[in-house]
């Protein structure tokens, strides 16, 4: 190793204390910023998946037609060409469900309360008994045609029980009231935020309420073995659907820019007209496009939080170098007297500072991945308010590596920001000065 | 021949709002292989002239002129590396680096500048200078585990190590009790003779004074004194001895 860097990499030694104070300053600087990043490159995944598995898919397909009065009407009639398509694309395809719902009124015994109902093949969707868990009644129930299944928050609010009817006013796919009797079958463990918008019913029985055929359905899910080829294989099924079937063009964005690409393609929607089903291709990552900008606010908060404690952190250690400075002055003018350059003396702190930079932020990594697995055994469970952003009820983290290479480069940087200014002064010293003023 | 040439030296320094002039122009010649004495009492000049003859410091007016080539004119890199290849110090208080073992203390200015020795050579030769020094079992020791004469003779063995024509001595013996301070006078005496390098000392130490070959006497600033071998010597070199004279 270069004599310099090995006397400066000593040197660090020589106050173990201070060093260690210093060190400890940036390892819980950078342990606080591998927190934050952490938490929110697993943030995004996260929601998405939680989400996928609430909504039962990843990529969406979605049918439209134009009723009376050029009303939008959701609705897929035949789904011959989705299939094909879906199955031409090569994805890979954990599963497929087919789903019609309605936002509507649940009404028991007096009292009200408005939430969605997702109708679903709950032979097809075998999933859903093994993600949703019951707190009472069971899924043999759901045999009966007009069975519901509600959170526990949403059948505590109605003051309802197992077995008992509730009747529930919706309006049909042409906008016309209905109303409807469902029998409670079974209570899950509340799903926290999204507790009173999940419900569950037979896909037959919620089309008959919503005025569709029994063979018909609004929604297409395609659930696929994760997250991470969602876009390419959206792209392909799009691609396998074109020609085939009328589409809306996917990513179209709003000309102000201020909503979702999702929302600007819904208020396009509106304003065409067409005959027959127009189809529509949707991802998660559209419907969770906001989710993006929660990261970046993650990302710039944790950013904020790295600057700002390194100034601090970084006023404390040009304090230090400069008290290091004159605590070393006879080494400096020896030195220079035997023949290091300036630009030795200078590197001689420059290095110290890095490898005290390099020290602290590798253990504050580590230290951070320590906690970050320690908090990711506790189980929060599922029927936490903050479940949506957990895997299975744990916190979990992801590290992006070129992140947590980015905050050490930056650390480095910063702390030689901090020391160029001793260094500076230590070089300048001409040898006869620095022996003059030794201790 | 000349070694070292003063001539004309004055040194002043600021001193808050006062200029304090240590030195008030000090000419003399110092020859090849000579045991130096620059002696006086304390703020006589003895150490702001060793700094001058050393480069670590500049003349304010005069020049000072090493193996007949002027200085004044030089940059720091130059000074420096002039510093490196031509002189050894040694200190009062021996300023070793605390971090490195004596091994490593005296290896280090082996390891500056752009000249570098085979490893086989240097080993040898830094294991030749611990022993000359008589440091032999204390080769992997740092500073703080040594003896006042074992650090200075550590730094002795460093300032030699380059092979210097040169060797400047500040107050050596200073931080020494008598009976090391003899051995290590003893040390630089043999060195003196057996290598023929140039062994200039600033002291109060009339032990050295007794042993010197050229004795400088300062006072105020000024030589009062200049005698080689009992006789005066001259206060410039021969056109013959230095090329700068």
């Given amino acids: 190793m270069n004599t310099i860097a090995n006397i400066a990499l000593r040197n660090l030694s020589r106050q173990k204390k201070r060093t260690i104070l210093l060190g400890s300053a940036i390892a819980f600087g950078v342990m606080i910023v591998t927190l934050i990043n952490g938490f929110a490159g697993a943030f995004s995944a996260n929601v998405a998946e939680n989400f996928s598995d609430l909504m039962a898919g990843h990529v969406f397909i979605s049918g439209t037609e134009k009723g009376a009065k050029d009303k939008d009407v959701s609705v897929i009639r035949d789904d011959t060409a989705l299939t094909a398509a879906v199955k031409a694309s090569g994805a890979p395809v954990k599963y497929v469900t087919r789903r019609s719902a309605f936002s509507g009124t649940l009404i028991f015994e007096g009292k009200k309360i408005r939430t969605n109902v997702d109708g679903a093949n709950l032979d097809e969707e075998t999933f859903l008994r093994d993600r949703l868990l019951l707190k009472e009644g069971s899924w043999d129930a759901m045999e009966d045609r007009g069975a519901l299944i509600l959170s526990e928050k949403i059948a505590r609010k109605l003051n309802a029980d197992v077995g008992d009817t509730i009747l529930v006013q919706m309006q049909t796919v042409t906008g016309q009231s209905n109303v409807g009797e469902f029998r409670l079958a079974g209570i899950s463990f509340d799903a926290g935020i999204f507790g009173q918008m999940m419900s569950y019913a037979n896909l037959s029985y919620v089309n008959e309420l919503i005025g569709l055929a029994p063979d018909e359905y609004q929604t297409m899910g395609i659930m696929l073995d994760g997250l991470k080829r969602t876009e390419s294989a959206a792209a392909s099924i799009y691609a396998g659907l074109s020609g085939d079937v009328q589409l809306f063009e996917r990513g179209v964005k709003d000309e102000k820019g201020a909503e979702t690409p999702f929302q600007a393609l819904m208020r396009q929607q509106s304003k065409e007209t067409w005959d027959g089903v127009k189809y529509r291709l949707f991802t ?18 944790a950013a904020i939080i790295l600057v700002v404690l390194f100034i601090i952190i970084m006023v404390g250690i040009s304090n230090t170098f400069s008290i290091v ?45 320590v906690a970050m697995g320690i908090i990711s055994l506790f189980d929060f469970g599922m029927e936490n308010p903050a479940f949506i952003i957990m895997k299975n009820g744990h916190l979990s983290f992801y590290l992006p590596p070129l992140r947590a290479a980015g905050n050490v480069v930056v650390i480095a940087l910063l702390t030689l920001v901090a020391v160029a200014s001793p260094a500076g002064k230590a070089a300048k010293l001409t040898p006869a000065e620095a022996l003059r003023t030794q201790k | ?38 002696a006086g009492p304390s703020g006589s000049g003895k150490t702001t002239i060793l700094n001058m003859v050393g480069l670590v410091d500049q003349p304010t007016d005069g020049e000072v002129f090493l193996d007949g080539k002027p200085t004044s004119k030089l940059k720091d890199a130059e000074l420096t590396r002039l510093r490196h290849e031509t002189l050894g110090f040694i200190f009062q208080s021996f300023n070793l680096i605390p971090v490195l ?5 005296i290896e280090f200015p082996l390891l500056l500048g752009k000249t570098r020795v085979g490893k086989d050579e240097k080993k040898e030769w830094i294991d030749h200078l611990i022993e000359e020094v008589g440091l032999s079992d204390w080769r992997k020791h740092k500073p703080n585990e040594l003896s006042g004469g074992q650090r200075q003779r550590v730094a002795i063995a460093r300032a030699l190590v380059t092979r210097p024509q040169i060797v400047l001595a500040d107050e050596p013996t200073a931080n020494l009790d008598s009976a090391t301070g003899e051995q290590i006078l003893e040390l630089m005496k043999k060195i003196n003779r057996e290598l023929e390098t140039t062994f200039i000392f600033s002291t109060h130490d009339a032990r050295i004074v007794d042993i010197a070959d050229h004795i400088i006497r300062l006072r105020d600033g000024l030589v009062t004194e200049n005698v080689r071998r009992g006789e005066p010597a001259a206060a410039a070199c021969s056109s013959g001895e230095s090329a700068g004279a």
């Fill in chain 2, 101 to 105: 073992n004596v091994w490593e203390n």
């Fill in chain 2, 1 to 38: 021949m000349g070694i070292v040439e003063l001539e004309n030296v004055r040194k002043v320094y600021p001193l808050g709002k006062v200029q304090v002039e240590a030195v008030k122009g000090v000419s003399f010649c110092i020859e090849k292989g000579d045991f130096i004495s620059i």
């Fill in chain 1, 284 to 301: 998660i990552n559209e419907i969770l496009s906001q989710i993006k900008q929660i990261v970046a606010a993650l990302d710039t908060a």
């Fill in chain 1, 325 to 369: 400075m004159f605590e070393r002055i006879g080494e400096i003018g020896t030195m220079r007297a035997l023949g290091v350059q300036r630009g030795g003396v200078r590197s001689m702190f420059l290095y110290e500072a890095v490898f005290l930079a390099l020290g602290g932020a590798i253990a504050g990594i580590i230290v951070a991945l």
